[in-house]
């Protein structure tokens, strides 16, 4: 089993910057295809980010291409979501979500990929 706990989160003005965090524990992760979702009150949780287990290979919604970079650092067991240029629309719960993949460069898109997922943090980006 794979234990995910994301930090970072908190209440920042448009234009401002916010990075996420995701530790994990109780497996490595260098075997896990990762990503980031969000869920906005109401709405469905989507997609933000995902890498692969290398992770040579990462891919981003069309919303936040240009402003947020996902990467991981497997020797500490943690990706991280660098989120720049926020949006009051960038409002949500964020979560990390994790799955065993075969593919070096696999990149899971859908929240039915992922067996593992973290509490959330909330963003909250004022006007």
């Known amino acids: 089993q794979v234990q995910l706990v994301e930090s970072g989160g908190g209440l920042v003005q448009a234009g401002g910057s916010l990075r996420l965090s995701c530790a994990a524990s109780?497996?490595?992760?260098?075997?896990?295809?990762m990503g980031w979702f969000r869920q906005a009150p109401g709405k469905e949780r989507e997609f933000v980010a995902g890498?692969?287990?290398?992770?040579?290979?990462?891919d981003y919604i069309n919303s936040v291409k240009g402003r947020f970079t996902i990467s991981r650092d497997n020797a500490k067991n943690t990706m991280y979501l660098q989120m720049n240029s926020l949006k009051p629309e960038d409002t949500a719960v964020y979560y990390c979500?994790?799955?065993?993949?075969?593919?070096?460069?696999?990149?899971?898109?859908?929240?039915?990929?992922?067996?593992?997922w973290g509490q959330g943090t909330q963003v909250t980006v004022s006007s």
């Open positions: 890498i692969s287990r290398s992770g040579a290979s990462t």
């Open positions: 109780g497996r490595t992760l260098s075997g896990y295809g």
């Open positions: 979500a994790a799955s065993l993949v075969l593919g070096s460069h696999t990149i899971l898109t859908r929240t039915t990929n992922y067996p593992f």
